[in-house]
């Protein structure tokens, strides 16, 4: 490795990525929140509707979508300065398939909240394969911090 790129800098993304994968959980709580009050009887709407579960989703959401890109790219960045070049590998390519998977799932909101209900399936669809990828990502992950640990 050069000189050039703090090996602390290695940490980073792997560390973020961690807490995304936490904060991707906490959304998914709140979208299943958010469809428990949509879809719950008069009398418990009235209780759950105090949560504001959907707006938090949308906004819990969008921070997901901007580390999920941000992230990413940073991995691609420090791979690059470690290497001058990325590697075709599995985490890789399965990176940049969740990076698609979001910003789809994303651009379905203006749909979702006017009610389009096929707009809706699909967001949760992309959104549970998403986080699937996410689990694999966390081993594939794990294997390069390895790897950089006892290259070193
Ligand atoms: C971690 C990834 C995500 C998961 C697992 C997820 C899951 C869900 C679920 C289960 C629902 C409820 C669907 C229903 O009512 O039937 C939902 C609704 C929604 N999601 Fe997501 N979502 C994710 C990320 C996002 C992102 C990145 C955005 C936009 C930036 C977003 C925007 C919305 C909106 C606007 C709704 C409608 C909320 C409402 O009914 O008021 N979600 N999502
Ligand atoms: C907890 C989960 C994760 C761990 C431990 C992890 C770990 C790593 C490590 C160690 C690298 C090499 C770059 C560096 O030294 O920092 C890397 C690169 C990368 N990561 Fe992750 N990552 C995780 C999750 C993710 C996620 C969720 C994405 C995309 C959404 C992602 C996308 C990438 C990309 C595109 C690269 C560059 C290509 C490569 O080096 O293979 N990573 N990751």
Redesign the pocket.
Known sequence: MPDTLPFFL?F???LL??A??ALSGYALFLGIKAKKTRTADAEQRKELIKGKFGQRHFQIGSIVLAV?VL??FG??A??YL?NGK??V?P??LV??G??CLIAVAASLSPLILKGNLVARKAHVGLNMTLMTL?LW??VT??Q??NK?WTDR
Do not use: C, R, Y
Request: hydrophobic share 60%; glycine share 12%.
């Open positions: 290695n980073l993304h792997p990525m961690w995304l994968l999920t992230g990413s991995g691609m420090v791979t470690n990325l590697f590998s985490h890789l990176g940049i969740m990076v996410f990502q966390a992950g794990m390069i911090v950089i």
